[in-house]
C-alpha cells in the first residue's frame, strides 16, 4: 500500500494540480492509496503571496487569510476525509480560478455546496480543535522536513519504513515512484485506465535516479 502526505498551500495553484495528480494516481493503481493533504504554513508561502515592499498590516492580513482558510479546511475534515478534500479543492478553484476573494460568505458558500452542517462547520472554524490541528500539522512538517508547499512525502508500506520526499508532484514523477518501487510499471500508469476506479480516500529510493526525489 502507498502512503502519501502532501503538504498544501490551502490558496495554491500548485498545489490544487498536486492534489489532483496525486488522485489520478489513486484512480490509476489496482493497488490501494492511502492519502492526506496536510496544509502547510510558513514565511515563505507568505512571501510568494505579498506584493512588493509590502507593509507589516498586508503582512499580517495575508497570514490571517491563509490560517483562516487552514481553518475552514479542517473544520470541514472534521465532517468527513472526503467533504474536507472535496472543500479543499473548491476553495482553491474559487480563489486560483474563479479569482473570487477569501471571505467568510465564500467559506459558508462553499460550505453549503460541500453539503457540510453549517452550524457544526461554522463552530469548528473557530474551535480550540481545529487550531490544535493546525499546530499537529505544522509538527508533522517539520519533522519530515518540509519548506515548500507542494511537497509530498511517500511510503510503500510494503517494502520499507523509509519515506520518500518528492519537491514537485506531476504525474509522471508520481509514476516514477511506483515504477521504482515495483508497485506499477510507468507504462501502465500513464495509459487510461481500463477498470473501475479504485481512489481511496485517506491519510497519507528506486535504482533509477529522479532530480526531485529524495529519502528521508
Do not use: W
Not at 455546496?113 to 487550531?131: G, R, Y
Amino acid at each position: 500500500m502507498l502512503e502519501v502526505y502532501l503538504f498544501v498551500n490551502p490558496l495554491g495553484a500548485r498545489c490544487m494540480r498536486s492534489e489532483r495528480n496525486i488522485m489520478k494516481l489513486a484512480d490509476h493503481l489496482n493497488s490501494k492509496v492511502s492519502f492526506q493533504f496536510v496544509p502547510l504554513l510558513n514565511q515563505q508561502i507568505i512571501e510568494q503571496a505579498l506584493p512588493v515592499h509590502p507593509t507589516l498590516a498586508e503582512r499580517n492580513a495575508f497570514f490571517n487569510v491563509y490560517y483562516q482558510a487552514i481553518l475552514a479546511y479542517k473544520a470541514a475534515l472534521f465532517q468527513g476525509k472526503r467533504k474536507g478534500r472535496d472543500f479543499l479543492l473548491n476553495m482553491q478553484m474559487a480563489v486560483v480560478n474563479d479569482h473570487q476573494k477569501f471571505s467568510n460568505d465564500l467559506v459558508l458558500n462553499l460550505a453549503k455546496k460541500c453539503h457540510l452542517d453549517l452550524d457544526m462547520f461554522a463552530e469548528d472554524c473557530q474551535s480550540d480543535l481545529a487550531k490544535q490541528a493546525f499546530q499537529t500539522d505544522q509538527k508533522l512538517a517539520a519533522e519530515m522536513k518540509i519548506e515548500q508547499s507542494s511537497s509530498a512525502v511517500i511510503f510503500n508500506c510494503d517494502v520499507s519504513q523509509c519515506g520518500l520526499l518528492l519537491n514537485d508532484v506531476t504525474y509522471e514523477s508520481l509514476c516514477d515512484v511506483c515504477e521504482s518501487q515495483g508497485v506499477a510499471t510507468k507504462e501502465t500508469l500513464m495509459a487510461e485506465p481500463t477498470y473501475t476506479s479504485n481512489r481511496q480516500a485517506a491519510s497519507s529510493g528506486g535504482e533509477n535516479y529522479h532530480p526531485n526525489l529524495h529519502v528521508l
